[in-house]
């Protein structure tokens, strides 16, 4: 956008506080511009659309799936520096905190940040990968966001439907990689290869610190080769890029994938500042410092910079061809009841 | 700065904001949602309706500073006795500082001109359900990628300064499309009446349309959060419905400047002027409430027409898609690779041509019968 003109739009200063404020079309107060007769005002429409936005505040909905112990929880409640996943209780029997299948677990959170409110939703999904046979294990996952789809898709068509319809579809969901080193296990190309097909993927590296530097650059490039060869096509995916613009800034994100994580709710005096981190022997790691992992880059694009592209291509793309699917089962559904009924009755069809 | 800076700045280690403790980031969702609209642009349906003469195409040209009827022809009265209503929408795109906005007007030439008005909305009334109709067609469909909104947002009426208050012709057209459309009462040619004469007729015209139960467009209250300039601009704004306006698109000099205005020899009335009519009022309620607009058009109109429609042709959409849906499906089966998927669908294509087929067969041996639904 042009800088330079009259009517400040709000960029990216986050410093703003969010209190509008209304560029009229002609200047403040009723006094007609001397020989302006160039400009309308019809900038103006972005503020209103900015106002709306704000009133009926944001909804995310992240699902985090992996093997129990790669720091699945922590992570989430560093992204969003509060306790937002589910309650773990660290002194309970190892058998009981294993679910003997996998269970699905949605915990919300209305939060706010500078006038934002979002509505925050954290999908756990414990029992992923901790069985002994996990054949099948990504079925329930599947059911779930498909059955999200299936909810949004009933109110779409109802004849006196929501002004708003409540979004609970996945938006986004962070894969855990354990950090072997090696390359991706069984489990991981058949997860992501089915759902990557209905919903974004994330891929991340769990509890990077236990790798070097040689050692997480060989594996990610490793696991992005794998990824390619199987057909695995993560977010941002490449056909989904808008323009020249989008797919320059999602051409580096690409090279990054699978960032590399660790996380930690837990603050640490390093150099006179207080940071998030963990403390060992031999140093202490800072969640935040891109030298030491890349929770920041995972951080910047989930929640700074790709959040609404992220729910953009939930909404237009995997939504859409659910919902197409589902039109067309219901015809063929409906033809076969067609062949079963005199044909008088059918020519009440357009 | 743009995405590309922001990324190679945290490349080289310097994050581009300073990290306050606590500070997650989700703030500038708005900021996101905003370079979206900026490149997707926006799309408006302005409708006006009056009586010719009224001044509606040039107050148009007036308001967005273009010339949307460059090549027009004012057919004499011998060829308006013949004429019926006609619907003419002229698209034109603007772009300010960025903003791209795709305008279209929908005039409305013929209407209460016969001597006979007796039908004239007719037109304009199956014009509007046209573009719901296709909206809801588009909507429902397969492929809802480009749906093109052409629906009326808004509906100027212009209300003849010379009368006493609304004509008859007025009320009914009013009453005819208040529930589909956004009605937004205009007086035209403002510069005939004196000050207390306008006053007068303004009451008139609300009284008279709470008399007839009129839903023109309430603009909404200004938010508890606004600042107080804009407060008192909506009060205004809200004091001075209906809006008295004089259009012009020649540039007069006066007091040694140039305004737009008409030349009389008694004096210039200023179309910018707020002393002499309410053009900048107009203009300034259309953009502040553009999406306002748009957002009651959708709610409110849009919806009633959606139910009223699906409740009349049965529940089903003009594609023959049941609604609602068969039950969802058990999860696909395991072994689903591409080659299987196409097969699938190829099936299925053939399954709907060959429906298509059959219906159309049917209705063809059914001939005008009673299987024709509205």
Known sequence: LSSGSEVSLSHSNMSESAKPHHPSPQGKGEKSHGGDFSYVGIDAILEQMRRKAMKQGFELNLMVVGQSGLGKSTLMNTLFKSKVSRNKSVQSNPEERIPKTVEIKSISHDIEEKGVRMKLTVIDTPGFGDQINNENCWQPIMKFINDQYEAYLQEEININRKKRIPDSRVHCCIYFIPPTGHCLRPLDVEFMRRLSKVVNIVPVIAKADTLTLEERDSFKQTIREELRANGIDVYPQKEFDEDAEDRMINDKIREMIPFAVVGSDQEYQVNGKRLLGRKTKWGTIEVENIAHCEFAYLRDLLIRTHMQNIKDITGSIHYETYRVRRLNESNGHLESLLGSLPVKRATVFW | ?374
């Open chain 2, 1 to 374: 700065m743009s995405q590309a800076d922001k990324m190679d700045k945290m490349k080289q280690g310097q994050f581009t904001n300073p990290e306050t403790p606590g500070y997650v980031g989700f703030a500038n969702l708005p900021n996101q949602v905003h370079r979206k609209s900026v490149k997707k642009g926006f799309e408006f349906t302005l409708m006006v309706v009056g009586e010719s003469g009224l001044g509606k195409s040039t107050l148009i040209n007036s308001l967005f500073l273009t010339d949307l009827y460059p090549e027009r022809v004012i057919p004499g009265a011998a060829e308006k006795i013949e004429r019926t209503v006609q619907i003419e929408a002229s698209t034109v795109e603007i772009e300010e500082r960025g903003v791209k906005l795709r305008l279209t007007v929908v005039d409305t030439p013929g209407y209460g001109d016969a001597i006979n008005s007796q039908d004239c909305f007719s037109t304009i009334i199956a014009y509007i359900d046209d573009q719901f109709e296709r909206y809801l067609h588009d909507e429902s469909g397969l492929n809802r990628r480009h749906i093109v909104d052409n629906r009326v947002h808004c509906c100027f009426y212009f209300i003849s300064p010379l009368g006493h208050g609304l004509k008859p012709l007025d009320v009914q057209f009013m009453k005819a499309i208040h529930n589909k459309v956004n009605v937004v009462p205009v007086i035209a040619k403002a510069d005939t009446l004196t000050l207390r004469e306008r006053e007068r007729l303004k009451r008139r015209i609300l009284d008279e349309i709470d008399e007839h139960g009129i839903k023109i467009y309430h603009l909404p209250d200004a938010e508890s959060d606004e600042d107080e300039d804009f407060k008192e601009q909506t009060r205004i704004l809200k004091a001075s419905i209906p809006f008295a306006v004089v259009g012009s698109n020649q540039q007069i000099e006066a007091k040694g400047k140039k305004v737009r205005g008409r030349l009389y020899p008694w004096g210039v009335v200023e179309v910018e002027n707020p002393e002499h009519n309410d053009f900048l009022k107009l203009r300034t309620m259309l953009i502040t409430h553009m999406q306002d607009l748009q957002e009651v058009t959708q709610d409110l109109h849009y919806e009633n027409f959606r139910s009223d429609r699906l409740k009349r042709g049965g529940r089903l959409s003009s594609h023959g898609y049941v609604l609602p849906l068969s039950p969802a499906k058990a999860p696909e089966p395991e072994e689903m690779d591409k080659d299987m998927i196409l097969q699938e669908k190829e099936a299925e294509l053939r399954r709907m041509q060959e429906m298509i087929a059959k219906m159309q067969a049917q209705m063809q041996n059914q001939g005008e019968g009673d299987g024709q639904h509205v």
